[in-house]
């Protein structure tokens, strides 16, 4: 698989220190984005994507955190 790095515009939200802080607080944090007109991307230190549990815990078994919380800007906001 071929990746590659892309530049995007976002709002920052918040910054999980860690997978207690992502537990505790990602739904007061982030659950208030209107999950149909908003893109929420969570972020680990390395540049991946954490979207499920799984990749929340393979982040905090793997040292991966912080994971920042993303708002995606539109082409129609600027």
Request: proline share 1%; with cysteine.
């Amino acid at each position: 698989m071929k990746t590659e790095t892309v530049e995007i515009k976002a709002e920052k939200i918040c910054k999980f220190e860690n997978f207690n802080s992502w537990v505790n607080h990602a739904s007061s944090w982030i659950g208030v984005y209107n999950k149909l007109h908003d893109t929420i991307i969570c972020i680990d230190k390395n540049g991946n994507s954490c979207h499920i549990g799984k990749q929340f815990m393979f982040a905090r078994d793997n040292d991966l955190f912080p994971v920042t919380a993303y708002r995606l800007i539109k082409n129609t906001e600027i």
